[in-house]
């Protein structure tokens, strides 16, 4: 509460600066509000009964007929098979793409008054919280929840690299 109120302030005692202070903050809201609307509202308790979902399907589909859970099996290998060669070419094809856009957003962006400065003091409780999610993730997969392994990391070095202002190019 105290942070919002002395960043309201600070934000209404802009004066001349208050219209860049303004698309920052948008900038910043269009990049972190999708990501917190999907995560925001997934407590534990939640994983734990997916996880526990996921366990009662495996365990149905091991009664399940040998010949059945063969033709499962072949179809999913069939579909792995089929996708996966063009779905590693997609994502090599335009990862560095975006990350060249991501790069070039960082640098604007750091050319606006103040927004270094913000940055500054927001970049350390980010990456702090970022670790505490990943070693959460970590965890999860170590005590073997079924559905931990789906859960994605964040790429902590590649958001470093284009702080940095460093695409996969240019290294």
Not at 98 to 106: C, L
Not at 118 to 123: A, C, K, N
Not at 140 to 166: H, N, Q, W
Request: aromatic share 10%; charged share 25%; proline share 7%.
């Amino acid at each position: 509460m105290r942070w919002s109120a002395a960043y309201n302030y600070a934000k209404d005692s802009s004066g001349s600066l208050k219209p860049g202070v303004q698309t920052v903050e948008e900038c910043m809201k269009n990049v972190i509000e999708p990501i917190y609307n999907n995560y925001h509202l997934v407590p534990n308790e939640i994983l734990r009964y997916a996880d526990k979902k996921v366990d009662a399907s495996v365990a149905a589909m091991q009664v399940a007929p040998a010949a059945a859970r063969d033709t499962i099996t072949e179809a999913m290998k069939n579909v792995y098979t089929k996708y996966e060669p063009s779905a590693k070419e997609l994502y090599e094809r335009y990862e560095p793409v975006a990350e060249q856009y991501a790069a070039s957003a960082w640098q604007r962006l750091n050319s606006l008054p103040l927004f270094p400065r913000l940055v500054g003091t927001m970049l350390p409780t980010a990456a702090y919280c970022t670790a505490k999610y990943n070693e959460a993730v970590m965890a999860a997969v170590e005590d073997r929840y079924r559905v931990s392994p789906y859960l994605p990391l964040v790429p902590t070095e590649k958001i470093a690299r284009v702080f940095s202002g460093k695409t996969k190019k240019q290294e």
